[in-house]
C-alpha cells in the first residue's frame, strides 16, 4: 500500500513568489491535514480537507490556502512569499470514518523543503 | 488554545541506559499520539492512546496515558543507537478533528554507542 506522497520534496523562492504543493493521501484515506514545521515552533496545523471542504483550519494568514479535489489529493499554495516561511510543510492523511471511533492517528508523507531567499 | 508541555527538550544518553519522556497538558484530549521522526523523513506513527490509564508496550518502549487524560509518557528502556531521532507526541481533541493535532515540541534523543 503507497504511502502519503508529496511534491515536491524541494523548492526553493524569493520573496513575493508564490508556491503550490501537492500531496496525494493513502488509497481510501478521505482527510488530508497540512502541517508547518519549523525548528522554533515545531508542527503546527495549518488546515484540513475532508470530501473536499475545508473542515478545520490553523492560525495562519489568508497567504495560506488550500484545496481537496475529488480524488482526495491535496494541493496547498502560499503567495507573497515571505522569509519566515521557509519551513518543512508536511501533509498527512487519516481514514476519517464517518461511522465514528477515529482516533486521529495521521501518516505523513516525506515533506516539502521550502526554502524562500 | 490546547496547549502540549514535552519534556525533556534534549536527551544524550549512552546506549543501554532508560530514559523518560513526558508530555503535559491542562486540556484533554480525546486521543493521544507517539511521532518518531528522523532527519529529512516524516513524522511516523509509533502508538495510540486512547482510554485513561492506558499502558501500551512496543518491544522496548512503554507508552502510558494519564488517568485524566491530559498526560503521557513514553518509557525507552535500554536505549539504542537506533533509537536516535525527534519524538513527538500530539493530541486529538476529537469530534470532527480527524486530522487536526496539537503537538508538543518534541524531544531529540541522541543514543550514543
Known amino acids: 500500500k503507497a504511502g502519503v506522497t508529496q511534491t515536491p520534496r524541494y523548492l526553493i523562492k524569493t520573496r513575493g513568489q508564490q508556491v503550490t504543493l501537492s500531496c496525494s493521501p493513502i488509497s481510501g484515506h478521505r482527510s488530508v491535514s497540512w502541517y508547518q514545521q519549523t525548528p522554533g515552533q515545531g508542527l503546527q496545523f495549518l488546515f484540513e480537507y475532508f470530501s473536499e471542504t475545508q473542515r478545520n483550519k490553523g492560525n495562519f494568514p489568508g497567504r495560506f490556502s488550500g484545496r481537496q479535489f475529488s480524488n482526495s489529493r491535496s494541493e496547498m499554495n502560499v503567495s507573497t512569499l515571505e522569509l519566515g516561511d521557509s519551513a518543512l510543510y508536511l501533509c498527512a492523511s487519516s481514514l476519517a470514518k464517518t461511522s465514528g471511533g477515529n482516533t486521529g492517528e495521521l501518516f505523513f508523507g516525506e515533506g516539502s523543503r521550502l526554502t524562500v531567499l | 488554545t490546547q496547549l502540549l508541555e514535552q519534556s525533556p527538550q534534549f536527551l544524550s544518553i549512552q546506549e543501554g541506559e532508560n530514559l523518560t519522556v513526558y508530555c503535559n497538558s491542562s486540556s484533554v484530549f480525546s486521543s493521544l499520539q507517539w511521532y518518531r521522526q528522523e532527519p529529512g523523513e516524516g513524522p511516523v506513527l509509533l502508538v495510540t492512546?486512547?482510554?485513561?490509564?492506558e499502558v501500551k508496550k512496543l518491544k522496548r518502549l512503554t507508552f502510558q496515558f494519564g488517568d485524566a487524560r491530559k498526560d503521557s509518557s513514553l518509557h525507552i528502556t535500554a536505549a539504542q543507537p537506533g533509537d536516535t531521532g525527534l519524538y513527538l507526541c500530539?493530541?486529538?481533541?476529537?469530534?470532527?478533528?480527524?486530522?487536526?493535532?496539537?503537538f508538543g515540541q518534541g524531544t531529540i534523543l541522541t543514543v550514543h554507542p
Open positions: 492512546v486512547v482510554t485513561g490509564g
Open positions: 500530539a493530541g486529538n481533541a476529537g469530534g470532527t478533528s480527524y486530522g487536526k493535532l496539537t
